[in-house]
């Protein structure tokens, strides 16, 4: 012992300041706690982005699905002159409002208009045509009405003749999650809108 002690008088010393620097070093797992952390917090912001986007494509499928597209045409032939509107869309169409005008002025009665357009002597009777206002109505796809029809005859070639680029009819409406358009006569592809402008007269 003695002659160990001789041989190795700073043993004892080297071992303790060994052990002392061991004791210094960090564990390994201390080092990789930070990243790990950050990865943990980077994945958990993926998943929620993940998420976000997932739920914005279910939503946005689900307003495909009930999307309304109305669509308001003329047509005149052997059957008659008339205005109609059809839903060519995949889901119902809310129709808020209905507006008829003529040189861009509302309509208040259709009547009138007819007097004023063909003579008091060649009006027609109320019993050869029709009209109807859709306005608070719901129209499911595929579903056309007729908003004015009249039997073809020399007062009808007459009465389109005029009306011709001249009368024009806005209905506006909305999908069942409340996104509406304002869609208007022979004019293609409905407006969008923040919501259903209020028309200035109602057609009879």
Request: proline share 6%; hydrophobic share 40%.
């Amino acid at each position: 012992m003695l002659l160990y002690a001789l041989n190795n008088p700073e043993g004892d010393s080297v071992d303790e300041e060994e052990h002392l620097e061991e004791k210094e070093k960090p564990a390994p797992s201390a080092k990789r706690l930070p990243l790990i952390s950050v990865a943990a917090l980077t994945l958990s912001i993926l998943a929620l982005m993940v998420s976000v986007l997932e739920v914005s494509a279910i939503r946005e499928d689900q307003r495909v699905q009930v999307w309304p597209y109305m669509a308001i045409a003329s047509s005149f032939g052997p059957n008659g002159y008339a205005l109609e509107a059809i839903n060519k869309g995949i889901g119902p169409a809310r129709v808020r409002t209905m507006e008829v005008l003529f040189d861009g002025e509302p309509v208040d009665n259709i009547d009138e208009l007819i007097v004023e357009t063909v003579g008091e002597e060649d009006a027609f009777s109320y019993d050869l045509y029709r009209t109807s206002n859709i306005a608070q109505s719901v129209m499911s796809a595929d579903e056309k009405a007729t908003l004015f029809a009249v039997p073809w005859d020399d007062r009808t070639r007459r009465l389109s003749s005029v009306w011709h680029g001249r009368i024009s009819v806005r209905v506006c409406y909305c999908s069942v999650y409340d996104e509406c358009w304002l869609s208007k006569l022979d004019a293609g592809e409905p407006e969008s809108v923040a919501k259903c402008p209020v028309p200035a007269a109602t057609s009879d």
